[in-house]
């Protein structure tokens, strides 16, 4: 497209107004002329068949949205799949591309499918393909997913802030849960951890995790625990609970940061990692989850990179199977089967470190990412409908569709920031 010639003035030379219009004509004709000939850029037909689990009564994922997203450009295309799950991309240039599906499925369809009336969304991610020439076969996505939880994960907020001298300040680390069901859910017992690996290539040198593969599980490093009998810690519908990584006013307290964002001193748990060298604040107006398992620092810090998290039951997690991490020879962490997860986040470094994530398609088809780290920003659910005055937070398995970035965190709260 031509730019659009400038305004001139009502003493504009003709001449020179008449030269620059048969400019602009010379050059829309070798423009044209240049569209008409061999050097027109190469496009392919692209083909993606995707499929349902093996257990399901058939086979072909007839409905499901499959997502094209180019890593060079960050265009996404999106194509419904026909009847026989099929998929096709007509024009794709060639580059590096993110595959992702995604398919849900209501009470009815999840019961003809599976003999089990509950909605369901499938998911399926290729992270990292590269198309430079014409696929000489449809690309295959299998997909898998799990029940849709009652219990979300509504915000995370993970890069952290800066101190008004330019520093680094991780203590204002926070994650919410959301009760997105109509019935009172009791948050006791329940799980909340970390999955192993870094967030996308920190260095020269870094790896996605060697455990990626193992697409049944989340490897994680800690955990820590609500603590309970099992009715004591209800969350209404419409209602959520705070998870404070020190559960103070960060702004106003002496081991604050006055640049923090957020006061997090009513905060409903905060994680505390006893120490004999006391590092770690515990606030003693915030009581503490349980300590299941600690690995890392002197305090529960998320990767200010982006973390992937899961919150999960299990009637006995001490049991849950402890794996040393291929290739090193004293880093350990807890394989979390996909079925005890209730839901799962991921934020990854870039919107180019899709082959640096941890959690399984099944479990989180996507990711996002902030602006950088000690942004003060927040990773927050998108609100999908809103029941009366209940939200109902939008919950497909797929944090880059579910989850927004926002300019500043809002614990509690949705107002924009």
Same mark, same amino acid.
């Given at each position: 497209?031509?730019?659009?010639?400038?305004?001139?003035?009502?003493?504009?030379? *003709?001449? @020179?107004?008449?030269?620059?219009?048969?400019?602009?004509?010379?050059?829309?004709?070798?423009?044209?002329?240049?569209?008409?000939?061999?050097?027109?850029?190469?496009?392919? /037909?692209?083909? !993606?068949?995707?499929?349902?689990?093996?257990?399901?009564?058939?086979?072909?994922?007839?409905?499901?949205?499959?997502?094209?997203?180019?890593?060079?450009?960050?265009?996404?295309?999106? !194509?419904?799949?026909?009847?026989?799950?099929?998929?096709? &991309?007509?024009?794709?240039?060639?580059?590096?591309?993110?595959?992702?599906?995604?398919?849900?499925?209501?009470?009815?369809? $999840?019961?003809?499918?599976?003999?089990?009336?509950?909605?369901?969304?499938?998911?399926?991610?290729?992270?990292?393909?590269?198309?430079?020439?014409?696929?000489?076969?449809?690309? =295959?996505?299998?997909?898998?997913?799990?029940?849709?939880?009652?219990?979300?994960?509504?915000?995370?907020?993970?890069?952290?802030?800066?101190?008004?001298?330019?520093?680094?300040?991780?203590?204002?680390?926070?994650?919410?849960?959301?009760?997105?069901?109509?019935?009172?859910?009791?948050?006791?017992?329940?799980?909340?951890?970390?999955?192993?690996?870094?967030?996308?290539?920190?260095?020269?040198?870094?790896?996605?995790?060697?455990?990626?593969?193992?697409?049944?599980?989340?490897?994680?490093?800690?955990?820590?625990?609500?603590?309970?009998?099992?009715?004591?810690?209800?969350?209404?519908?419409? @209602?959520?609970?705070?998870?404070?990584?020190? *559960?103070?006013?960060?702004?106003?307290?002496?081991? *604050?940061?006055?640049?923090?964002?957020?006061?997090?001193?009513? $905060?409903?748990?905060?994680?505390?990692?006893?120490?004999?060298?006391?590092?770690?604040?515990?606030?003693?107006?915030?009581?503490?989850?349980? @300590?299941?398992?600690?690995?890392?620092?002197?305090?529960?810090?998320?990767?200010?990179?982006?973390?992937?998290?899961?919150?999960?039951?299990?009637?006995?997690? =001490?049991?849950?199977?402890?794996?040393?991490?291929?290739?090193?020879?004293?880093?350990?962490?807890?394989?979390?089967?996909?079925?005890? /997860?209730?839901?799962?986040?991921? =934020?990854?470094?870039?919107?180019?470190?899709?082959?640096?994530?941890?959690?399984?398609?099944?479990?989180?088809?996507? &990711?996002?990412?902030?602006? *950088?780290?000690?942004?003060?920003?927040? =990773?927050?659910?998108?609100?999908?409908?809103?029941?009366?005055? @209940?939200? /109902?937070?939008?919950?497909?398995?797929?944090?880059?569709?579910?989850?927004?970035?926002?300019?500043?965190?809002?614990?509690?709260?949705?107002?924009?920031?």
């Amino acid at each position: 497209m031509l730019a659009p010639i400038p305004r001139r003035s009502l003493r504009a030379d *003709g001449a @020179r107004l008449r030269a620059r219009l048969l400019l602009a004509m010379t050059a829309a004709g070798l423009l044209s002329a240049c569209g008409d000939g061999a050097s027109e850029v190469q496009t392919f /037909v692209v083909d !993606v068949q995707v499929t349902l689990p093996e257990t399901f009564a058939q086979s072909a994922a007839a409905g499901a949205r499959v997502l094209l997203t180019s890593t060079e450009r960050n265009v996404t295309d999106t !194509v419904v799949a026909d009847a026989q799950g099929l998929a096709r &991309f007509p024009r794709v240039l060639p580059g590096s591309y993110i595959i992702a599906s995604s398919l849900a499925l209501d009470p009815d369809r $999840a019961l003809a499918l599976t003999g089990q009336r509950a909605a369901l969304t499938l998911n399926a991610l290729d992270p990292v393909r590269a198309i430079v020439t014409a696929p000489a076969a449809p690309f =295959a996505q299998r997909l898998s997913g799990s029940r849709l939880g009652d219990l979300v994960i509504k915000e995370v907020y993970y890069p952290a802030s800066r101190t008004p001298s330019g520093g680094t300040y991780f203590s204002d680390q926070f994650v919410e849960i959301y009760n997105n069901a109509t019935d009172t859910v009791y948050a006791d017992g329940l799980l909340i951890a970390d999955a192993f690996g870094p967030a996308g290539q920190i260095n020269p040198t870094t790896v996605p995790t060697p455990l990626q593969s193992q697409t049944g599980s989340v490897f994680v490093s800690s955990i820590y625990q609500i603590p309970g009998t099992g009715r004591q810690h209800p969350i209404a519908p419409g @209602r959520s609970i705070v998870i404070a990584q020190d *559960g103070i006013d960060h702004r106003n307290d002496p081991n *604050g940061n006055p640049a923090s964002p957020v006061n997090l001193a009513s $905060a409903d748990w905060e994680t505390f990692n006893l120490r004999p060298d006391g590092r770690d604040l515990d606030s003693p107006s915030v009581p503490n989850l349980t @300590r299941v398992v600690h690995r890392g620092g002197f305090d529960w810090l998320m990767p200010v990179f982006g973390p992937g998290l899961v919150i999960f039951r299990s009637a006995n997690v =001490a049991a849950l199977d402890s794996t040393l991490v291929p290739g090193t020879t004293g880093t350990w962490v807890t394989r979390v089967p996909n079925e005890l /997860v209730v839901d799962a986040f991921e =934020a990854l470094q870039n919107g180019n470190s899709a082959a640096y994530k941890r959690i399984p398609a099944a479990l989180d088809a996507g &990711f996002v990412f902030a602006t *950088g780290t000690y942004t003060s920003e927040s =990773a927050r659910r998108r609100i999908a409908t809103t029941i009366g005055t @209940r939200r /109902v937070l939008r919950d497909s398995n797929n944090s880059s569709a579910d989850f927004e970035i926002l300019a500043r965190p809002t614990p509690r709260g949705f107002a924009a920031p």
